[in-house]
């Protein structure tokens, strides 16, 4: 029983160097700036072109990681703007091939392994909510993405796009009366 978790340990140590290298590695999906803080209103470092390479250094905060490029500017960028190094495959890598022979040694086959990704991003808190703070500059930028009507159905046509009808969803129960519901009967108009 020793020998086995002793193997396991220096099998799992092996991998755990390729497989942090290969994570390390990851490309920019589209053009975005190298942020000085984990926040799109912190100041821009530079621009980081689509494709570009970078390596991911482990602090995430939210929906942000930081990276490094290399010429060695660290700051960061938002999760959505990166993606595995072009040529790496997780699925088919050393680290995964190498799990299904640990998987062996256990009595698996190893033959039903598979590779997992997942993205995830924190919801808001109450003290996330308290601390909230108006960002004019965030509703002026979502302003400039603002188009007409007729900008929509030209979109819409151009990408053979169609209309249909969608029903409206149910509404709501109503909570139960009592307490100090608000309604129209006890609200005046001053």
Avoid: C, Y
Wanted: charged residues 15%; hydrophobic residues 40%.
């Amino acid at each position: 029983m020793t020998f086995w978790l002793h193997a396991a340990a220096l099998a799992l140590s092996l991998l755990a160097a390729p497989a942090q290298a290969q994570q390390d590695a990851a490309v920019i999906k589209r053009a975005t700036d190298l942020r000085e803080g984990p926040a799109q209103t912190s100041a821009s470092l530079g621009s980081l072109a689509a494709d570009s390479s970078v390596a991911r250094t482990g602090e995430r905060k939210g929906s942000w990681v930081k990276v490094q490029t290399p010429q060695g500017a660290a700051g960061w960028v938002h999760m959505f703007d990166l993606g595995a190094q072009a040529g790496s495959a997780p699925a088919s890598g050393s680290a995964t091939s190498g799990l299904r022979s640990l998987g062996g040694l256990f009595g698996g086959s190893g033959s039903t392994t598979t590779a997992t990704s997942t993205v995830g991003i924190r919801g808001l808190g109450a003290e996330d909510i308290a601390n909230a703070q108006p960002n004019p500059a965030a509703v002026k930028d979502a302003e400039k993405l603002r188009v007409s009507s007729e900008q929509a159905q030209r979109f819409a046509s151009a990408s053979a796009l169609r209309a249909q009808r969608v029903d409206p969803l149910p509404e709501p129960p109503r909570p139960a009366s009592g307490g100090s519901q608000f309604t129209t009967d006890n609200m005046s108009p001053n």
